[in-house]
């Protein structure tokens, strides 16, 4: 069984490591982080002392870069594809999340729709009878 060391989660916006750095917080070396540059799946900033360097969140993404190329042995190559479609599936998961939200919303606005009415009416009305 792998053990994983803990990691603790911030994203600052102004962080960003040199390669070395990068390197030992995802797991990999630097050679790998060349690499994963090479094939454009990662993007290499320059920073203020005038090295490059990596963003949080480039960190974040080389580890899991590194998880899929040497534990699930996907070749670099088709990493961008993978990770393309997995951006795509986390976009439509939240905009199915946020139409479940819309169609909650609008069912309690119509039941109070259909409550206000009866009560109008006179009529006692079971409104999640009406809704079924």
Do not use: W
């Not at 002392?49 to 580890?63: E, P, Y």
Request: glycine share 4%.
């Amino acid at each position: 069984m792998e053990h994983y060391p803990v990691t603790i989660y911030f994203n600052p916006p102004g962080f960003h490591c040199d390669y070395k750095t990068a390197a030992r917080l995802a797991s990999v070396s630097v050679h790998f982080i060349h690499q994963c540059e090479h094939a454009e799946l990662i993007t290499c900033q320059m920073m203020m002392h005038g090295r490059r360097g990596l963003c949080f969140a480039d960190v974040q993404k080389l580890k899991l870069i590194r998880h899929l190329h040497e534990d699930m042995g996907v070749p670099l190559e088709t990493l961008d594809f993978l990770l393309l479609y997995r951006k795509r599936i986390k976009a439509m998961a939240r905009e199915i999340e946020e139409m479940k939200r819309y169609i909650r919303m609008t069912e309690r606005m119509h039941k109070a729709e259909i409550q206000s009415l009866s009560g109008r009416s006179g009529e006692e009305t079971d409104v999640d009878e009406i809704s079924k």
